[in-house]
């Protein structure tokens, strides 16, 4: 079983700034790619970011330019800086970490953004 503790969401301003930070409960070793995805009620989730074991990635073309994901395998742990924002990104955005096998879900944290 695979935990997360998800951190640094909140109330920010439009054009202000927040990180979130996710940490794994398993080596992420194990895991090949780790990331975030964001959920408004009565919508679809949005995968946001995600980044592999090597380091690739991957983010949402509309955060692309604003939102930064990173990976500290020494801390088994994934961020996701998030600059310039918007109230469009107001949501919860979920850590999950994907093996060959199976994906697993954070909970979540809420991001609230005001204009």
């Known amino acids: 079983q695979v935990q997360f503790v998800e951190s640094g969401g909140g109330l920010v301003q439009a054009g202000g700034s927040l990180r979130l930070s996710c940490v794994v409960s398993?080596?992420?070793?194990?895991?090949?790619?780790l990331g975030w995805y964001r959920q408004v009620p009565g919508k679809e989730r949005e995968l946001v970011a995600s980044?592999?074991?090597?380091?690739?990635?991957n983010s949402a073309a509309s955060v692309k330019d604003r939102f930064t994901i990173s990976r500290d395998n020494a801390k088994n742990t994934v961020y996701l800086q998030m600059n310039s924002l918007k109230p469009e990104d107001s949501a919860v955005y979920s850590c999950?970490?994907?093996?060959?096998?199976?994906?697993?879900w954070g909970q979540g944290t809420q991001v609230t953004v005001s204009s």
């Open positions: 398993v080596s992420t070793f194990y895991i090949s790619t």
């Open positions: 999950f970490a994907a093996t060959i096998a199976n994906t697993y």
């Open positions: 980044i592999t074991r090597a380091g690739t990635t």
